[in-house]
């Protein structure tokens, strides 16, 4: 297994389900592995179905850092072309000990987080369906 490190920001998706903790990874992340090579082709529906051509690109760490906490598990690396951020499978957030509590909002915690603390994702992605329906007259 390649030792490389890669920062990244990856969105949880409960939507997102393949039978095993599973990661699909963005474009930053392939673009720096280093000799990456595709093991194999997958053909996958992923809450659609149209099915997708992944790249299995085998086995990764997947760390989760926060200041007082660092989760981490095994997950099978895919990739499919066009992904600005990496996305998290269903069950690799139960290994990760990830719950989303309000996905929307981004907030979640750790499983073993005390009732109490509520975390909130560091990235939001802009969405825009909000905006162009506004200015359409049709939100």
Known sequence: MNKK???DIAKA???FSVGLPAIILSDKVVGELPQIRTLMYVSLDVATQTRFIFHYLGKVLVRVVEEDKVSESIAYALYYPGRKYSLLSDMLLDDLGIVLLEPGRGYWRFRDDPEDK???TVHKPKFNLK???EKEGLL
Do not use: F, Q, W
């Open 13 to 15: 998706n409960t939507g």
């Open 118 to 120: 509520i975390r909130e």
């Open 5 to 7: 490190k890669i920062d």
């Open 131 to 133: 905006d162009i329906l």
